[in-house]
């Protein structure tokens, strides 16, 4: 009687053990690029990995916070599209400048 | 009852493709008429604007006469508009006069910028100075008022968003649509604030977004006015 | 009536609703723009860039991220809730993550007060009319993110929360997820990358 019940089933069950996972992933990753950075600051393929840790947090988020692993594959596959064409144009315009 | 119904509804099909026609003309007297497309350097000197300003006076004063004329014409594509967001939020009429307004609010500064040009070019022999002072005005007209069609946008928006029947007006993809456009119009309020850079009237983000999106805005809801026009010619009763 | 079990595992659903991923996509998209332009230009002047991004107010933008990635796992939460049914918990974990919300907007004001009061402003240079533009220009999604959780709230508060509740909290949560999601990628492009 309760679609929402519905969506419980199709996203697999535990879910509240699943979104902490992924929080605690979230957080350290972000702490982990954090140190990271502040030791990177003439190398740029340390910055280049975090820039690529920022997208895979964000990738994350879109897939387990925002429900798209149960999403139709289109629309899935274009945020996957997104994240990774915005990855690559970014990490590509950053290996743009000269090394400092 | 639809035999005395259909010739209103050919009119305001009409008018919606007369916005696209506008639209175009508006075009063309920016580009290749005006070469304004994309928007004089903010940062060019006082010389350097009155030298355009006197080698392309008629190509600027022509293309201006075409911006104002074609703006005029926009205006019934809006009403055309505003009726469907009038049957959206029947009986209310708020969003519709709220579409209706803002659309006036967004155009009264493109025809002041025609002016400005227009009236830069008039008299070649003005002195460096004036002239670009009448075109920082005319930029500034042209590109700086962008929160009327935010607002505009939002009026689109939330009519269609709240249009609860089992077929709506418009889809309501096209709400969401309308609420992106006009989150991207805002950041054209901010080009007073800089002689150059992506938030300058030329800049990238504050010309070529705002530019994508209103271009974005046109076209999806044409096609959504021209797709409710047509069920609404066909239906068998009103 | 509701189909259960094995067969809805197989069936897929849009978190929200379909047009509301063309606002969540477009923004995503819109960033990114606005990310590339930034890039472009860091190019360009590779020195200042990093120079004024050490006056950034780096612990700032740690504590925001580890505040809004918190403010999701909240929503998140509140959405699972929902599902089961337990009503209090929704309502509490939908303050929790309006309170976060709340301190972000605070914070923001205290990271940019004192880059003011360090005569550091709009025009400074080209890497600070960035900071304050993309961090001002997200500080709005997170204003109205802020609306669309209370609206949550208060719609999760009726004794019978209508038809439509799942759609509702599913696109809201999607919305304040994206607002946080923005920002991750906000802090990296801004605050860490060198």
Same mark, same amino acid.
Request: glycine share 8%; net charge positive; hydrophobic share 55%.
């Given at each position: 009687?309760?679609?929402?019940?519905?969506?419980?089933?199709?996203?697999?069950?535990?879910?509240?053990?699943?979104?902490?996972?992924?929080?605690?992933?979230?957080?350290?990753?972000?702490?982990?690029?954090?140190?990271? %950075?502040?030791?990177? %600051?003439?190398?740029?393929?340390?910055?280049? %990995?975090?820039?690529? *840790?920022?997208?895979?947090?964000?990738?994350?988020?879109?897939? +387990?916070?925002? +429900?798209?692993?149960?999403?139709? *594959? %289109?629309?899935?596959?274009?945020? +996957?599209?997104?994240? *990774?064409?915005?990855?690559?144009?970014?990490?590509?315009?950053?290996?743009?400048?000269?090394?400092? | 009852?639809?035999?005395?119904?259909?010739?209103?509804?050919? #009119?305001?099909?009409?008018?919606?493709?007369?916005?696209?026609?506008?639209?175009?003309?508006?075009?063309?007297?920016?580009?290749?008429?005006?070469?304004?497309?994309?928007?004089?350097?903010?940062?060019?000197?006082?010389?350097?604007? #009155?030298?355009?300003?006197?080698? @392309?006076?008629?190509?600027?004063?022509?293309?201006?006469?075409?911006?104002?004329?074609?703006?005029?014409?926009?205006?019934?594509?809006?009403?055309?508009?505003?009726?469907?967001?009038?049957?959206?939020?029947?009986?209310?009429?708020? &969003?519709?006069?709220?579409?209706?307004?803002?659309?006036?609010?967004?155009?009264?500064?493109?025809?002041? #910028?025609?002016?400005?040009?227009?009236?830069?070019?008039?008299?070649?022999?003005?002195?460096?100075?004036?002239?670009?002072?009448? @075109?920082?005005?005319?930029?500034?007209?042209?590109?700086?008022?962008?929160?009327?069609?935010?607002?505009?946008?939002?009026?689109?928006?939330?009519?269609?968003?709240?249009?609860?029947?089992?077929?709506?007006?418009?889809?309501? &993809?096209?709400?969401?649509? @309308?609420?992106?456009?006009?989150?991207?119009?805002?950041?054209?309020?901010?080009?007073?604030?800089?002689?150059?850079?992506?938030?300058?009237? @030329?800049?990238?983000?504050?010309? &070529?977004?705002?530019?994508?999106?209103?271009?974005?805005?046109?076209?999806?809801?044409? &096609?959504?006015?021209?797709?409710?026009?047509?069920?609404?010619?066909?239906?068998?009763?009103? | 009536?509701?189909?259960?079990?094995? !067969?809805? $595992?197989? $069936?897929? /659903?849009?978190?929200?609703?379909?047009?509301?991923?063309?606002?969540?996509?477009?923004?995503?998209?819109?960033?990114?723009?606005?990310?590339?332009?930034?890039?472009?230009?860091?190019?360009? $002047?590779?020195?200042?860039?990093? !120079?004024?991004?050490?006056?950034?107010?780096?612990?700032?933008?740690?504590?925001?991220?580890?505040?809004?990635?918190?403010?999701?796992?909240?929503?998140?939460?509140?959405?699972?809730?929902?599902?089961?049914?337990?009503?209090?918990? =929704?309502? $509490?974990?939908?303050?929790?993550?309006?309170?976060?919300?709340?301190?972000? =907007?605070?914070?923001?004001?205290?990271?940019?007060?004192?880059?003011?009061?360090?005569?550091?402003?709009?025009?400074?240079?080209?890497?600070?009319?960035?900071?304050?533009?993309?961090?001002?220009?997200?500080? =709005?999604?997170?204003?109205?993110?802020?609306?669309?959780?209370?609206?949550?709230?208060?719609?999760?508060?009726?004794?019978?929360?209508?038809?439509?509740?799942?759609?509702?909290?599913?696109?809201? !949560?999607?919305?304040? /997820?994206?607002?946080?999601?923005?920002?991750?990628?906000?802090?990296?492009?801004?605050?860490?990358?060198?």
């Amino acid at each position: 009687m309760n679609p929402m019940m519905r969506c419980a089933e199709a996203l697999g069950f535990r879910p509240r053990l699943r979104v902490t996972v992924v929080w605690m992933l979230l957080i350290l990753a972000t702490l982990l690029s954090w140190d990271s %950075a502040r030791h990177s %600051a003439t190398h740029r393929l340390l910055a280049s %990995a975090v820039l690529v *840790i920022a997208f895979v947090k964000a990738r994350l988020i879109g897939v +387990e916070f925002m +429900e798209l692993r149960v999403a139709p *594959i %289109a629309l899935r596959a274009a945020f +996957e599209l997104w994240a *990774i064409g915005a990855c690559a144009v970014l990490l590509a315009l950053y290996w743009l400048h000269p090394a400092l | 009852m639809s035999g005395e119904s259909r010739p209103h509804y050919a #009119a305001e099909l009409v008018c919606a493709w007369m916005g696209l026609a506008a639209m175009g003309v508006i075009f063309v007297g920016i580009w290749p008429l005006m070469h304004f497309f994309p928007p004089l350097d903010p940062a060019l000197t006082a010389r350097e604007v #009155a030298a355009i300003y006197r080698s @392309n006076a008629t190509g600027i004063i022509v293309g201006g006469m075409c911006m104002l004329g074609a703006s005029s014409m926009l205006m019934p594509f809006y009403c055309a508009l505003a009726l469907q967001v009038a049957r959206m939020e029947a009986p209310s009429k708020l &969003w519709t006069y709220s579409l209706l307004t803002t659309s006036v609010m967004g155009f009264v500064p493109l025809i002041i #910028a025609e002016m400005l040009f227009s009236t830069a070019a008039y008299r070649p022999d003005r002195s460096d100075e004036i002239i670009r002072v009448l @075109n920082d005005f005319g930029f500034i007209m042209f590109v700086g008022p962008s929160l009327p069609g935010t607002v505009q946008m939002l009026s689109v928006a939330i009519p269609v968003l709240a249009d609860r029947r089992a077929q709506p007006v418009f889809p309501r &993809w096209v709400g969401y649509l @309308n609420v992106w456009t006009a989150i991207l119009a805002t950041p054209g309020c901010l080009v007073t604030l800089f002689l150059h850079g992506p938030f300058a009237w @030329n800049g990238a983000i504050s010309f &070529w977004v705002a530019f994508i999106a209103f271009g974005i805005w046109m076209m999806v809801n044409f &096609w959504a006015m021209r797709g409710a026009l047509l069920r609404q010619i066909s239906a068998p009763s009103d | 009536m509701d189909a259960a079990g094995p !067969a809805a $595992r197989t $069936r897929t /659903h849009v978190p929200g609703e379909p047009g509301l991923w063309v606002l969540i996509l477009g923004d995503l998209l819109a960033f990114s723009a606005f990310f590339g332009v930034f890039m472009y230009h860091r190019a360009q $002047r590779p020195a200042l860039y990093a !120079a004024s991004q050490t006056m950034l107010g780096a612990a700032f933008g740690l504590f925001n991220t580890l505040l809004l990635l918190t403010s999701s796992w909240f929503v998140a939460l509140a959405v699972a809730a929902a599902r089961s049914g337990t009503r209090p918990r =929704v309502l $509490r974990l939908l303050l929790a993550a309006i309170g976060c919300g709340a301190a972000f =907007v605070a914070s923001k004001a205290l990271e940019w007060g004192s880059r003011i009061a360090q005569g550091i402003t709009l025009n400074t240079d080209e890497f600070f009319t960035f900071y304050y533009m993309l961090t001002g220009f997200h500080l =709005v999604h997170v204003l109205i993110g802020i609306a669309v959780l209370g609206y949550l709230f208060n719609r999760s508060r009726r004794p019978e929360p209508g038809p439509g509740y799942a759609a509702v909290m599913e696109g809201g !949560a999607a919305f304040w /997820h994206l607002v946080d999601l923005l920002w991750v990628l906000l802090f990296a492009v801004l605050y860490l990358v060198k």
